[in-house]
């Protein structure tokens, strides 16, 4: 979606920041955003804070709101196809492979 979206609107973009955060997103707030996610995917309490006043700060509350929904929704969707076992789709190994993450055997 991400990769998609930045090309839909002309912008660059570093995919594999996503990932690797030193590398840099290339995005407007892109930094901002893989700071906040980052602390709510790995339940970093102690970053949290800091990572949403820098988002708000560079992008506004709005900014925020939207990346937590954001967060929420892939969150859930991960849930929901994790638990009922729902294999990747073939077209998305490379994406996986670029960001350095593997696919398990049992959802191929």
């Known amino acids: ?3 998609e979206s930045a090309n ?12 690797r955060p030193l590398l840099g997103a290339r995005l ?3 930094d901002e955003l ?4 980052d602390a709510i995917v790995l339940l970093n309490f ?3 804070p800091l990572a949403r006043a820098d988002l708000a700060s560079a992008g506004g509350s ?3 709101t939207r990346a937590a929904a954001v967060c929420a929704n892939f969150e859930a969707t991960n849930r929901v196809v994790d638990a009922v ?5 073939k077209r998305f190994y ?15």
């Open 28 to 30: 407007p707030l892109g």
């Open 62 to 64: 709005g900014a925020v």
């Open 46 to 48: 102690d970053e949290l």
């Open 1 to 3: 979606m991400l990769r």
């Open 34 to 37: 893989l700071a906040f996610t």
């Open 8 to 19: 839909a609107q002309g912008q660059p973009i570093n995919v594999p920041a996503v990932t």
């Open 85 to 89: 076992g729902v294999p990747v789709n």
């Open 94 to 108: 490379d994406i996986g492979a670029e960001l350095g993450v593997e696919i398990p055997d049992h959802l191929r």
